[in-house]
């Protein structure tokens, strides 16, 4: 079997070595969604959504274009106006939260700005330092270490002084999960971050959320249409039209009741036999 590429060393706690225990404890709510109903163009979207994400959950998002992944995202971060329910974030309703710096959010079009942004890769990564508080505040030598960090962690050292708009698509998207991530999140949401990602650097990248999640224990919630990337790499599956199911990947028959209730009933897959993160058995109890 292929070996991802040799990841980059380092002493930081992101350090990107292959962690052999797959002990997959589980942590205290982070996010509690329940009853939740979003309608957007007199169209419900989301429909009566109830589910709960807890702490060093690795949480895969499937399901159809349209299906609403997007949506439970902005709403997740109070930018989606609600027709009903509830939503707490790491135990506070959601209203009275205001430690927005402990999640971190790489939207989908987040590669799309404008090519002339005068920044370069080091100085926008450095903006994920400041929070939405206090946006403005000089950096400081350890927040110039972070960065580093980051930039490192994402295999971006090399492009650190190019300007953003001189970079490729998919190098856009690991600078920007750099830029997420740098901020040291307890909950990171990310949108279809690899769909620009070539398959190498796609390899990495997975390897190095997944060392994130393990050793860090931080909550990662991502949408992806590559559900062999979400099979293999995550501990739950989340699947979006309209209705939300979550359910721990195992080769549980519930996994693929969800599945067929997202993409429809002919849909049918195929475990090739690979070690999932939850062996047989070996879900929740
Ligand atoms: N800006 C908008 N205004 C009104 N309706 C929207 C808007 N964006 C999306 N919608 C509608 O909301 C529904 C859910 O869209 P959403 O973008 O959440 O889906 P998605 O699962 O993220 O899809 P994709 O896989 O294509 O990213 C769709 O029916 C879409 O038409
Ligand atoms: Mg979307």
Redesign the pocket.
């Known amino acids: 079997m292929t070996k991802s590429p040799s990841p980059v060393k380092s002493a930081s706690p992101l350090t990107t070595e292959e962690d052999a225990g797959h002990a997959l404890t589980h942590g205290p709510p982070v996010l509690e969604v329940e009853g939740l109903n979003v309608v957007?163009?007199n169209?419900l979207?989301l429909k009566d959504v109830t589910f709960t994400i807890h702490k060093s959950d690795y949480v895969g998002i499937v399901?159809?274009?349209?299906?609403?992944?997007?949506?439970?995202l902005?709403s997740i971060l109070g930018l989606m106006p609600r027709a009903n329910g509830t939503i707490r974030l790491f135990g506070q309703p959601i209203e009275e939260f205001t430690d927005w710096q402990r999640i971190a959010y790489v939207s989908?079009d987040a590669i799309n700005f404008d090519p002339q942004f005068p920044l370069n890769v080091r100085e926008l990564v450095g903006l994920g330092r400041t929070g939405r508080s206090n946006i403005g505040r000089r950096l400081t030598k350890h927040d110039w270490d972070a960065v580093d960090e980051a930039l490192r962690f994402m295999g971006l050292s090399d492009l650190a002084p190019k300007r953003i708009g001189q970079l490729s698509g998919g190098q856009k998207q690991r600078l920007f999960v750099a830029k997420a991530l740098v901020g040291e999140p307890d909950m990171l949401l990310l949108?279809?971050p690899a769909t620009g990602i070539d398959a190498s650097a796609m390899e990495a990248f997975y390897h190095r959320l997944g060392s994130l999640n393990r050793k860090k224990g931080t909550t990662i919630l991502i949408?992806s249409?590559d559900l062999g990337a979400v099979f293999y790499r995550m501990s739950e599956i989340m699947c979006?039209n309209q209705e939300v199911n979550v359910a721990p990947i195992s080769d549980d028959p519930e996994m693929e009741r969800i599945l067929r209730k997202a993409y429809g009933e002919h849909f049918h897959f195929v475990l090739h036999g690979q070690r999932l993160r939850r062996g047989p058995n070996n879900g929740r109890s």
């Open positions: 957007r163009s169209a979207v399901g159809p274009n349209g299906g609403g992944k997007t949506t439970l902005l989908q949108d279809e949408t249409h979006v």
